[in-house]
């Protein structure tokens, strides 16, 4: 008995996980990865071409709007208002897991109902911006706005802008989706037969990676 | 807190949730907040840099260089604490994190194609084209003939 005990110290030995996690949880882990890569790759080539443009329009005259604010020029302001959005919702969806340690049912599903607002909230800002944009006459293949030295720019600044903002607004979307699925779960009680709240621990990483694009996409298309 | 079983698969619980990890939540939210708004802060300083025509081009860019720092340190609180990736086991951690050093050269070499693009598009001037041409070849001393 003494070697069984030595043996079940190694992770390698068999006869569990080696690496301590659930099989859908890895799964899951090993998805983000590669969509890491995907949205990598993504602003790798944003990156690139305007690293190679001589000049490129300057995000504080593009994003300088603000609903209801009329044409005051605002830059940053409500691209930071979309910022804290999305790191609250990502705050209560980590409560959300929280109280899935707990077993707390009515817990999870308050956290959960407050993710899901923060992610509609998200998607409407998105959708505001996009509609403003679109009518200030920018599109896919469409570019109005100048380069910052005065000179007229290619469509490279929209195509990217619409192609990488769709690409993670649609990945909020269908976050939003999971998280109403799961919310819907854990009201009928389908975790607690099962006895473990493992599906909102994987709906969390989902949430929390999309959170993390987001830092990126603010970072090198609104700050810099 | 007992042993949890998967599908036959004995594992062990991450960590007992305890206060002690919900203390730990509202920290990483601090953090992330506080970071958010000095990069703002320092976004607005590039703004008003940019106001001025003759601004200074190594602070912009040394500026710049620190929000990025900024958040990919944001981009470490959120794996670390909100995904708890910091809790798992080490075997674990480097299956997701070893692969993603391949951005290291990924980032480098396409920031350094576009680059070297720039450099051509500012060389090339349609009036006088770029001429290659052959240059004698400089004479030998020893080697082959």
Known sequence: MAQAAAVNTKWWSGGKSPFNVEYGKLMMWYFLMSDTFT??????????????????????????????????????VFVSLMTFILIVSSVTMVLAVHEGHHGNRKG????MFWTIIGGLAFLSCQAWEWNHLFHEGAWWGRNPFPNADGTVATTNFSNF?????????FHVFSGVIINLITLIMAQTGVFEKRGHYLM?????????FVDLVWVFVFLFFYLV | MEHQTFGGEVTLPHHAPTDESKKRIWKTTLILSVITMF???????????????DYNHTLVLA??????????????YIVSIFMHLGDEIRNLIMTIVAPLMIFIWFIIAFMYEGNSWKTL???????????????ETPSHEGGLK
Not at chain 1, 200 to 208: A, C, D, R, S, T
């Open chain 1, 200 to 208: 909102i621990e994987k709906v969390g990483l989902y949430w929390h």
């Open chain 1, 108 to 111: 999870v599903v308050k956290w």
């Open chain 2, 63 to 76: 500026l710049k260089g620190v929000i990025i720092i900024l958040s990919l340190a944001k981009a470490f």
């Open chain 1, 39 to 76: 949205f990598g790759a993504f602003l790798i080539a944003y990156g690139t071409v305007r690293m190679s443009s001589i000049s490129w329009p300057d995000p504080n005259h593009v994003f300088n709007a603000f609903p209801g604010a009329g044409h005051a020029h605002l830059p940053l």
């Open chain 2, 39 to 53: 990069e703002l802060a320092l976004g607005y300083l590039i703004y008003n840099m940019h106001q001025s025509p």
């Open chain 1, 161 to 169: 802008f619409f192609t990488i903002t769709g690409f993670h607004g």
């Open chain 2, 121 to 135: 598009r500012n060389k090339y001037n349609p009036q006088e084209p770029v001429k290659y041409e052959q240059t």
